[in-house]
T-cell receptor, first 114, second 112 residues
Framework: DAGITQSPRYKITETGRQVTLMCHQT?????MFWYRQDLGHGLRLIYYSAAADITDKGEVPDGYVVSRSKTENFPLTLESATRSQTSVYFCASSDLDRGNQPQHFGDGTRLSIL | GNSVTQMEGPVTLSEEAFLTINCTYT??????LFWYVQYPGEGLQLLLKATKADDKGSNKGFEATYRKETTSFHLEKGSVQVSDSAVYFC???????????FGSGTKLNVKP
């Protein structure tokens, strides 16, 4: 099915572990984004990508790494997870190259770090 | 700079009441404006959009008008239902910019 999918939907891990959240979109949108959503903070941009092999920091990039070797995939890696990274993570995509297009969001990954 | 300000929630209404959720913005260029809705446990879904001044976006009984003179994009619905209970986000993007700017979200609770 067309759309944007995130995996896993739920993840529990321990402090210090590496964890990768996956994001895949089937629209061939040029732009992809990673947000975290926490109570009291709304949506905060972690990283974004304008195209394959082009990534840039958002508002809260520390502790995260991204890559984009293919247009359709945009994985987010927590290299050494900390409890403060417990959050709900949303991936989004947009065809901003065609003008002011909306973002389309995945269903989110609920990450708990113990 | 660019930013979006939404009214604080939660907003609690009875079924069939009139809804207004205020949204104002600041922008360095010519923004497009969006309302997103987030139901519990789900991602954000685009509700409606407006791309130029005086445009009215509408969907599922919700509507919002892009007011350049007041830099506002208030969300309205004439008669809310329990199923409208969700968090609503106002957002903007600017042509040739590569980011979206979101408000903090407004939680709506509709009681039967």
């Amino acid at each position: 099915d067309a759309g944007i999918t995130q995996s896993p939907r739920y993840k529990i891990t321990e402090t210090g572990r590496q964890v990768t959240l996956m994001c895949h979109q089937t629209w061939s949108h040029s732009y992809m984004f990673w947000y975290r959503q926490d109570l009291g903070h709304g949506l905060r941009l972690i990283y974004y990508s304008a195209a394959a092999d082009i990534t840039d920091k958002g508002e809260v990039p520390d502790g995260y790494v991204v890559s984009r070797s293919k247009t359709e995939n945009f994985p987010l890696t927590l290299e050494s997870a900390t409890r403060s990274q417990t959050s709900v993570y949303f991936c989004a995509s947009s065809d901003l190259d065609r003008g002011n297009q909306p973002q389309h969001f995945g269903d989110g990954t609920r990450l708990s770090i113990l | 700079g660019n930013s979006v300000t939404q009214m604080e929630g939660p907003v609690t209404l009875s079924e069939e009441a009139f809804l207004t959720i205020n949204c104002t913005y600041t922008a360095t260029g010519y923004p497009s404006l969006f309302w997103y809705v987030q139901y519990p446990g789900e991602g954000l879904q685009l509700l409606l959009k407006a791309t130029k001044a005086d445009d009215k976006g509408s969907n599922k009984g919700f509507e919002a008008t892009y007011r350049k003179e007041t830099t506002s994009f208030h969300l309205e619905k004439g008669s809310v239902q329990v199923s409208d209970s969700a968090v609503y986000f106002c957002a903007l993007t600017i042509y040739n910019f590569n980011k979206f700017y979101f408000g903090s979200g407004t939680k709506l609770n509709v009681k039967p």
